[in-house]
């Protein structure tokens, strides 16, 4: 069984030597990582699957068995992957890619004008043109998956065979789809042609005049289509990858291009996520625009564009979606194993507040296998333009980081311990593949007030109100479903109620299967807590309830619950059990952006300290002390700035209000780290004139911050 942590993508971009490797490694060692992905990248010097880099990758296998660091294999000289660095489709134009564009939606097939792509009209009646993309290949050819298989995996095994099922144990894909991100069309290739003929008895270009249209019978017509596409995508050319990983002991792994949606640009380029999950040993998915400026992802269904961290992104995404059905699919298929590409180009100036909150809010929502993107192995020469930032040794901060990977690494184990309390399903209706029409394929944007646009906004605005009432629940498609011991079945899980999308079709099987469990109502866990405040339930093998609580909502807020057992609530970031009974007091806070975990109060672990609720940070606070500090140094790059300033007597806590993150010593001594506001640091000793010390980390590539303000603060018991 793979061990939760975490697994940074390490770009390979510049020219490897042994020595660096060696020391990087250790770097990520001392860094609270389990193992790398060892990713060629923009900048790469040594040529991909070359003799060199063999011996290359020799070294740093030998020397992670050493560390007791895990190596997986990033499958591809870039990406998206598939084509080899292009070996597949070299001198083989019948295995280039392609589309189906109809002309008269806004964008001319014939001048889309991107590299490497050409057009061709195949009906004039119907506007259908052929695109063909000669930088990926088609995915639904099996002689494609054969070739990708021979030059990039069989290669790996005869150089570093001996290390494959120990040190390597993975091989991670990446941007999986039948049609790269950019043509706007449908998915073509003989191999699908000749399957339609097969399965309906006529030609697909008879059908060319409904496959574009709005019509009820273009819609089925569509649904019928994107299935049988999304079958023989995964037949063709995931299966032989997961089993020929199966036969060499390794766990496939790794994303589809485009799961954070929008739904109409998603399904084009591969149907169906959720089957995509399920094909998979561990689901996998990638946070790629899920992120939220304001990191409210429990007030809203989606990320639009000008919420994100970085402005420049232009289309709708379902963060709340991407990761609860990756992780129903983990949890039904999976033992619960979730995989997720994290912190993926933020930005040279996104600062540690905003990852700490970031990730918390990622395994919150089940992620325990956790690939940062990304580690480099050098910033110079334009990789420093790769999709940024660097989490790694180049960052200023990287001390703060690797202490972060440490505490995500213990809460993804934590949650581990057991299992989910999930009994409602939603039900995703097949028909959701036939709604996008020519109009939502076969354009460079996607319309929000669109049939398939209206279903999304219902299908996340329902998974948004389950989240908000704390309903535990996973996703399910209608090919999944079902019945068995009084219960509706999907993979390892049991559910006894479920929601469906108002105005869209199930299936008469479909309906038969749930009319037992039409009349019941789904649970409602924690009726008190604030809709804000993200929840995560688990119960033991022995029955005892535990849960993960996470405060999204930009205000401190209570946390009213009460069990007729008593429980503990520990702080996984600062490793204090901060409570004990069974009824949280009402002057209990939740501060904003942080977390604790209900466990049994049997639980126990050395690295827990017990904090008496009045003296922890969770206790509320009264005076006020204003700490004047003065700037002592800043980092030559960039990064971080030092203060200094004298401790006032009484002082309990300290908070910091300023936006970013900092590491506080006492004296020289390291006393804590502050994440940003309005989070707190608890403080040992009441000695006044003890000397602070404040270094301000605000990412590599962020403006120098205004002066801190340092605020000292009492609790109701001010003796420590």
């Given amino acids: 069984m793979m061990k939760y942590g975490v697994y940074p993508f390490w770009f390979w971009n510049g020219l490897q030597e042994e020595n660096e490797i060696e020391r990087q490694l250790k770097l990520m060692h001392s860094g609270n ?21 063999f011996e290359l990758l020799r070294h740093c296998c030998a020397t992670a068995r050493i560390l007791d660091m895990k190596i997986w294999l990033y499958d591809e000289d870039g990406y998206p992957s598939g084509n080899a660095g292009g070996k597949v489709q070299k ?51 099996k002689e494609c998956s054969a070739r990708f298989l021979q030059f990039t995996h069989e290669k ?41 003929f097969k399965k309906f008895n006529h030609p697909l270009r008879d059908d060319f005049a409904l496959l574009a249209g709005n019509s009820p019978e273009s819609r089925k017509l569509r649904q019928n289509y994107f299935s049988l596409a999304s079958g023989l995508f995964l037949e063709n050319f995931i299966r032989p990858q997961t089993e020929w990983c199966r036969r060499h002991n390794v766990v496939y792994l790794g994303h589809l291009s485009g799961d954070e949606g929008p739904l109409a640009f998603s399904i084009r380029r591969y149907g169906s996520a959720k089957a995509y999950y399920r094909a998979e040993h561990v689901p996998s998915v990638d ?23 970085r402005g420049e992104r232009q289309i709708r995404t379902s963060p709340i ?23 993926t180009f933020l930005g040279w100036d996104v600062t540690p507040d905003f990852i700490q909150r970031q990730m918390l809010f990622e395994l919150g929502m089940g992620v325990n296998l956790i690939t940062h993107h990304a580690y480099y192995y050098r910033v110079g020469g334009g990789t420093e333009n790769d999709c940024p930032p660097s989490y790694f040794f ?26 989910s309390t999930a009994r409602h399903l939603v039900i995703v209706p097949d028909a959701l593949l036939g709604l996008p029409d020519g109009n939502d394929i076969c354009t460079a944007a996607a319309e929000n007030d669109t049939p398939v646009g209206r279903a999304e906004t219902a299908y996340q605005e329902l998974l948004l109100k389950l989240m908000q009432k704390h309903i535990s629940f996973d996703i399910a498609e209608e090919s999944e479903l079902a019945v068995l011991d009084g219960f509706l079945r999907v993979g390892d899980g049991r559910y006894t109620s479920f929601s469906r999308l108002k105005g869209i079709l199930l299936s008469p099987e479909t309906e038969k299967k749930l009319a037992p469990f039409a009349d019941n109502m789904p649970h409602e866990e924690y009726l008190m807590v604030d809709r804000e405040i993200l929840v995560r339930s688990r119960i033991s093998d022995t029955g005892e309830k535990e849960g993960y609580f996470l405060n999204l909502s930009g205000r401190d807020l209570p946390l009213p619950i009460r069990e007729e057992k008593a429980f503990l609530l520990c702080d996984p970031v600062r490793r204090e059990i901060v409570f004990r009974g069974t009824e949280v007091p009402e002057n209990f806070v939740l501060r904003d952006g942080c977390c604790v975990m209900k466990m049994p109060d049997s639980f126990v672990s050395r690295e827990y300290s017990v904090i008496p609720f009045e003296m922890s940070i969770y206790a509320p606070l009264d005076k006020h002390t204003a700490i004047p500090l003065k700037k002592t140094a800043s980092a030559a790059a960039g990064g971080y700035e030092d203060y200094e ?12 209000e300023t936006p970013w993150s900092a590491e506080i010593r006492l004296d020289g001594s390291l006393a804590g780290i502050i994440y940003g506001p309005p989070h707190l640091l608890r403080i040992e000793g009441k000695k006044a004139g003890r000397t602070i010390g404040v270094r301000l980390f605000r990412g590599a590539g962020a403006p120098p911050p205004p002066e801190p303000r340092l605020i000292g603060r009492r609790g109701e018991t001010p003796t420590i």
């Fill in 33 to 53: 990582c389990r193992g790398v992905v060892i990713h060629a990248r923009t900048g790469n010097e040594i040529a991909y699957l070359s003799e060199r880099w």
């Fill in 321 to 343: 979606h991407l990761y609860k059905l990756g992780a129903s699919a983990a949890e039904q298929y999976a033992q619960g194993r979730f995989s997720c590409e994290t912190l």
């Fill in 394 to 419: 180049q960052q200023p901060n990287f001390r703060l980081f690797s202490e972060c990977n440490r505490t995500w690494t213990r809460i993804a184990e934590l949650l581990a311990r057991a299992n």
């Fill in 287 to 309: 946070d790629y625009l899920c992120d939220r400026r304001d990191q409210r992802y429990l007030a809203h269904a989606f990320s639009n564009p000008g919420d994100q961290l």
């Fill in 156 to 196: 790996y095994f005869s150089e570093l065979g001996n290390f494959f099922g120990n040190t390597i144990e993975a091989i991670y894909t990446d941007d999986e789809s039948f049609l790269v991100h950019y043509l706007p069309c449908f998915p073509f290739s003989p191999v699908l042609e000749e399957a339609y």
């Fill in 91 to 141: 001198d083989r134009p019948d295995l280039c890619q392609q589309g189906l564009c109809f002309s008269g939606f806004g964008v001319d097939p014939g001048h889309l004008g991107h590299a490497g792509c050409s057009a061709e009209l195949l009906d004039a009646k119907t506007g259908a043109w052929l695109l063909r993309n000669y930088r990926h290949i088609d995915l639904f050819q």
């Fill in 645 to 656: 300033g004298v401790l006032p007597d009484g002082v309990t806590h300290l908070q910091l």
